[in-house]
């Protein structure tokens, strides 16, 4: 298994395939729901997007001495409404988990940008994959604060590649 | 008459609702590792067995390291068979059970999730009160309590539906596979499906969740509901969707049906999606 370093070159983006798993090292910001709104309604997003991805993940507490708590990634669907315009402005990786519309895969395709799967629900094990967290806007937000991470090898799958691969087109899945 | 009553403390209440939730979130979580492990043997090379390779491994590093087995601690669902020779004592039973549930947040560090109103500003409540509580009461001296931690990944997948009065196991299984084929991927399979059948709108929605409780591999003693149950899991294990929607064998571990009368004009069914993490804990007091 690979493992691809953040930020990514063209290259890079170009050679991943849908339904691979990489090890994922370097900086991503968090945001869901709530953060979005803010982004969109206000203008402002506090990070680097057209190079760190953008990981739809709120954590649980940081126990003591560990940086940040559980860490799967939440439902990438209800981001959609956001997904237009954050590409307009330049995101070329979104991590999440499980299945977008065709109309999310159409826009993807037309600006060049990669979905990947983390594991939903093994929110544990991506916890022991983050050597850092800080949180970076609306931190009256608690979980949903907009945060960097920093990651060392955690574990996702390529869903959506740039050749309009889909890990979730069962067309290739032989059940036998 | 009097010495046969139990006294429970509120405190006693909370203590455990705290420690079960906190078990739920946490682990271990043996049967369900059991069941993912059985299936891994049956799965085929591919991103859906890497997944569930990685899934099972979650289930040990939480156990190990104290972490939530997801970061979606839920909402805490809490049901309470009560017995009528028992008596709470200072405090009432929701009460004791919100406080519980906080306790587990605060010194679990569980995820808060709860958000108020609903609408607008949708604050967090900080503390992932309140529960949502479902009593029974029943008769004996016993105060059994069950925790679940649901999250809403699969909970904003499932569906309740008022069905024709006839439309029968046709009918149910549609209403499983629209869920499954829409939502399946986003709910975290491989996935455990309740279905409630009866009751009204409210109750069979209950008794979905309710059905969710039933322990791994333990057969439903109504030869009928078990058919329907092997034959729902079987057809959505066909549509090849597999864990976490990347293709496999299994997208669904088991499903498992409770019933309830229903009025003539009615068949109310729920159905109610859980993910592969799935956490639950009870006890009796």
Redesign the interface.
Known sequence: MRVVKLPVTDEVLKSMKAGEQILLSGIVATARDAAHNLMLSTGTVPFDIKNIPVFYMGPSPAPPNRVIGSSGPTTSARMEPFIPQMLKLGMKIVIGKGEMSSETRTLFQKHGAVYLAATGGAGALASTKILSRKIVAWDHLGPEAVSILELEELPVFVAWDLNNGSIYSRSSYDPE | MKENIKYISGEDISKAVAALYAQACIGPHREVEQKLTSILENE?P???R??LE??I??LK??AE?????????GTAVVFVEFGNKVLVTDSSLTDAVNAGVERACVQS?????QVFPPLGE?K?T?NNTPAIIHLEHVTGADLRISVLAK???SE?VSQSAMLPPLAGCEGIIKLAESCVLAGA????PPLIVGIGIGGNLETSGILAKKALLRDMGLENPHSELHDLETRITGILN?????P??????TTVMETRILQLPCHMASLPVTVCIE???HRTASCVL
């Open positions: 085929n591919g991103p859906g890497e997944a990685l899934e491994l979650n590093i939480a390291t104290g972490l939530p087995v997801c970061q979606d601690t560090h569980l995820r808060p999730s949708r967090n900080l999250g809403a990944g904003n991927s986003k709910a975290c066909a549509t090849g969707i597999g976490q929607g990347f293709g496999g064998k993910c592969h993490a």
